[in-house]
């Protein structure tokens, strides 16, 4: 509750549209994932990861497509490390394949895997980039899926083991670790609704895999504690305000029970040591789901962290399923498949406001809520620093016959957010720093390459980049500290 009301009831936050400078010792960075952009699924070694499989599915992403080649960072590092530099924002947050590491989850490393991301943080340092590792973006190893994946306890040892490899290889040199990416859409996404690989639908096994997926993040502290005791350690989740349509109590009930799934499933295990009582209630019905819990996990899962990496896009609003011909009425626009509906079986439908733009993936422009979901953090849950480890926009961009990019779109609502920052900052929310999701254009998910988040756009036949007007605007923005009046 805040201020004695469930969240739900809190205002949203107004955009104040002021120019202002940001904090001395804001850190500004990019961010990219290994499986959306490095290529080269079988170089040197690697073995094969969940994604590797999923994608090659008939009918798992569109039109067929596979990070196989995605932007052939893996032999374009140098060149891509230059565009780095170029850009002259201070970090890059990157993650580390684990199927690289070891091929199949257990056993020694493979040293060419490690010496792929040696040569990688030792580029960033040479460039006075400061490396931000991610342990896990979403690619575990295929033979580790197929023992139980994240349903099983024993993957949390394993990746305590991955996790101590690699900060014996790197702790030297990075000092900044985010644990897991999005933990929800590991869960949700890939044991729930079966959108993201390993292409599960089972809810039960989604609510286990969060809970194995929080307890790997405990341990993985755990270990780079003992192995870099000076290193900043941090989760990265994509929390959001959940708003109900209205009012009406069924429209409140189902705004709880998203908020409780997306938002404090994750949160409150992590601050407060305990799992939300009304969403252990609503899976109590689905095996193995959270019968999986053992004493003094909730321990090692809250033991505290350095900072909370926010990953943003968007708001949500949700009615009742009953409430959809009102929530019509009302104007809202119901889209179809309505993923939140089958989350967890949830009970609740998403419903968009037909007066607010949106980005090409659909989802709501509302810099706003950025600040509200960072207000509530800070008030709810902890002090400690904050990251947005993540935000961008996919717009329709395209080469002009003058072979510029001019993406207004994204430049707009990349400054609409950092507004949204300044706005938290001043709020007395301690905001260390942003990473722009992201610096290329990539392979997204389960959208193949049709989605165009990047500052620069990747030709995918050639290899070719050619940076966007909003890579100017950001390189512009970095070197200032400020935003432009």
């Known amino acids: 509750m805040v201020g004695g009301r469930y969240w739900e009831d809190a205002p949203i936050v107004a955009l104040q549209r002021g120019s202002g400078a940001f904090p001395d010792g804001f850190l500004w960075g990019t961010k990219t994932s290994a499986y959306q952009i490095e290529g080269s699924v079988d170089a040197d070694g690697r073995g094969p990861s969940i994604w590797d499989t999923f994608s090659h599915r008939t009918g798992a992403t569109r039109n067929g497509d596979t990070g196989d080649v995605a932007c052939d960072h893996y032999r374009r590092l140098d060149d891509d490390l230059d565009l780095l530099a170029r850009l002259g924002a201070g970090a890059y947050c990157f993650s580390i394949a684990w199927p690289r590491i070891q091929p199949t989850g257990t056993g020694p490393a493979n040293e060419s895997g490690l ?60 000092s900044t670790w985010i644990t897991l990416n999005e933990p929800w859409c590991s869960a ?20 286990a895999a969060t809970h194995h997926l929080l307890l790997a993040h405990g341990a993985a502290l755990q270990v780079l504690r003992a192995t870099t005791p000076s290193a900043q350690v941090g989760i990265g989740l994509n929390i959001q305000p959940i708003r109900p349509a209205s009012d009406h109590d069924d429209d409140r009930a189902a705004c709880r029970r998203v908020d409780g799934n997306l938002n404090r499933l994750y949160l409150d295990p992590l601050f407060k040591g305990r799992y939300p009582d009304d969403m252990l209630e609503h899976y109590s ?19 505290p962290i350095d900072f909370l990496g926010v990953n943003f896009y968007s708001p949500t609003t949700v009615c009742a399923p009953t409430r959809r011909a009102e929530a019509q009425a009302a104007g809202f626009w119901i889209p179809e498949p309505d993923r939140r509906a089958r989350v967890g079986d949830l009970n609740a439908v998403q419903v968009l406001r037909p007066e607010v733009s949106r980005t090409q993936m659909g989802w709501e422009i509302e810099p706003g809520a950025l600040t509200e979901i960072m207000v509530r953090v800070h008030d709810e849950y902890a002090t400690l620093p904050l990251y947005v480890t993540e935000n961008g926009a996919a717009f329709d961009d395209y080469v002009g016959p003058d072979g510029e990019i001019r993406d207004a779109e994204r430049i707009g609502y990349l ?30 998910w389960a959208h193949g390459y049709s989605k165009r988040f990047g500052l620069t756009w990747v030709d995918f036949r050639s290899g070719e980049r050619i940076p966007k007007a909003s890579f100017a605007w950001y390189q512009r923005t970095v070197r200032d500290n400020a935003l432009e009046p």
């Open 285 to 303: 019905g689905h095996a193995p789901g959270f019968d999986v819990v053992a004493a003094g996990d909730l321990e090692t899962i809250s033991r």
């Open 415 to 444: 400054d609409g957010h950092l507004r949204a920052v300044l706005d938290a900052v001043g709020a007395g929310v301690d905001v260390r720093g942003y990473f722009v999701w992201s610096v290329l254009d990539n392979f997204e």
């Open 115 to 174: 010496d792929f991301y040696r040569r990688l943080v030792d580029g960033l340092l040479r460039r006075s980039i400061v490396p931000v590792v991610t342990l896990y973006h979403w690619d575990l190893p295929q033979s580790l899926e197929d023992a139980g994946g994240w349903v099983s306890r024993d993957t949390v040892g394993r990746f305590a083991e991955y996790t101590r490899i690699v900060a014996e290889a790197l702790g030297d040199t990075v």
């Open 188 to 207: 949700w996404l890939g044991y729930a609704t079966g959108e993201h690989a390993p292409g599960i639908r089972d809810h039960g096994k989604a609510a």
